[in-house]
């Protein structure tokens, strides 16, 4: 079913609700799905609706121009989105299969809802399983001592596909602060730990080495700061002292690919709204 996702972020307010629903009532517009939530801390008020494409007289961009007068009475940072418009996924990763292979297989499977137009890697290892699925490979490898040619070549790609978002599926680089700049909360990325803990390098020796009983993976936004961005989704798994860190990669893996692909389908469906460097994510 064909539906526009009205997305909203605003002070909170009296009336708020009420005056997006009469509006909604006003042109006979059908509410699918409908999730508010309230930050008493922060003072804000976040709103998701699915609207039956349909049931309104009109297409998305008259939306937009009969909501706009309601958007700024109530100083709203609001998007309008048409399902029937699939988002363009670029996806890069490095030497490691597991997050490209799932999240191509959910693609292949139509789990996702989206358009992957081509993937780029710093290694050619991955070429024949992306070339299968009959999406375009860019090998760019990337030079340790000079990565700046590298990425402007990853940019030009990212802008001649027309990306709405880029996943890193362990993609085993740091992107530059431009690129950040430029695809700000639209670059996502999982990382083989549970955020804030064990940044960086090798998390799964560094949780090890602290004797930890649960593990996890961290899907999030990328920023200039190194796994610092906002988190879109994070779960866990049980290990113990008898597990090695061999078997703690294994269950990570399978702990990533789960967090990657949630996160990713939240974002293609409009459900995460991001505050500061905190998501509100209506799942």
Same mark, same amino acid.
């Given at each position: 079913?064909?539906?526009?996702?009205?997305?909203?972020?605003?002070?909170d307010r009296v009336g708020i609700v009420a005056k997006v629903s009469n509006f909604l009532a006003l042109y006979n517009g059908w509410i699918n799905e409908a999730s508010h939530h309230s930050d008493e801390q922060s003072?804000?008020?976040?709103?998701?609706?699915?609207?039956?494409?349909?049931?309104?007289?009109?297409?998305?961009?008259?939306?937009?121009?009969?909501?706009?007068?309601?958007?700024?009475?109530?100083?709203?940072?609001?998007?309008?989105?048409?399902?029937?418009?699939?988002?363009?996924?670029?996806?890069?990763?490095?030497?490691?299969?597991?997050? #490209?292979?799932?999240?191509?297989?959910?693609?292949?499977?139509?789990?996702?809802?989206?358009?992957?137009?081509?993937?780029?890697?710093?290694?050619?290892?991955?070429?024949?399983?992306?070339?299968?699925?009959?999406?375009?490979?860019?090998?760019?490898?990337?030079?340790?001592?000079?990565?700046?040619?590298?990425?402007?070549?990853?940019?030009?790609?990212?802008?001649?596909?027309?990306?709405?978002?880029?996943? #890193?599926?362990?993609?085993?680089?740091?992107?530059?602060?431009?690129?950040?700049?430029?695809?700000?909360?639209?670059?996502?990325?999982?990382?083989?730990?549970?955020?804030?803990?064990?940044?960086?390098?090798?998390?799964?020796?560094?949780?090890?080495?602290?004797?930890?009983?649960?593990?996890?993976?961290?899907?999030?936004?990328?920023?200039?700061?190194?796994?610092?961005?906002?988190?879109?989704?994070?779960?866990?798994?049980?290990?113990?002292?008898?597990?090695?860190?061999?078997?703690?990669?294994?269950?990570?893996?399978?702990?990533?690919?789960?967090?990657?692909?949630?996160? #990713?389908?939240?974002?293609?469906?409009?459900?995460?709204?991001?505050?500061?460097?905190?998501?509100?994510?209506?799942?």
């Amino acid at each position: 079913m064909r539906t526009y996702r009205l997305v909203i972020a605003c002070p909170d307010r009296v009336g708020i609700v009420a005056k997006v629903s009469n509006f909604l009532a006003l042109y006979n517009g059908w509410i699918n799905e409908a999730s508010h939530h309230s930050d008493e801390q922060s003072g804000w008020f976040f709103m998701r609706h699915e609207i039956r494409a349909e049931s309104l007289p009109f297409g998305i961009e008259a939306f937009r121009e009969a909501f706009a007068p309601i958007a700024e009475e109530f100083s709203m940072t609001w998007r309008i989105t048409d399902s029937a418009q699939k988002k363009r996924v670029v996806l890069m990763a490095s030497r490691e299969s597991h997050c #490209l292979a799932d999240l191509l297989h959910r693609w292949h499977t139509d789990e996702l809802d989206c358009e992957i137009p081509c993937v780029i890697s710093n290694h050619n290892d991955l070429r024949s399983m992306v070339e299968w699925h009959g999406i375009p490979f860019f090998h760019v490898p990337v030079d340790p001592k000079d990565k700046a040619p590298a990425f402007a070549e990853v940019s030009r790609l990212v802008q001649e596909h027309a990306a709405d978002v880029v996943v #890193l599926a362990r993609y085993m680089q740091i992107l530059p602060p431009q690129l950040c700049r430029d695809y700000a909360e639209k670059v996502i990325n999982i990382h083989h730990s549970f955020l804030p803990s064990f940044v960086g390098a090798k998390p799964y020796h560094q949780a090890a080495l602290r004797g930890v009983k649960l593990i996890g993976a961290t899907c999030h936004y990328v920023t200039e700061e190194l796994d610092a961005g906002p988190i879109i989704e994070q779960d866990v798994v049980r290990v113990s002292h008898a597990d090695s860190i061999e078997d703690m990669v294994r269950f990570g893996r399978d702990v990533e690919k789960m967090v990657l692909a949630r996160g #990713l389908r939240y974002h293609l469906e409009d459900r995460v709204l991001v505050h500061g460097n905190k998501t509100v994510v209506f799942d």
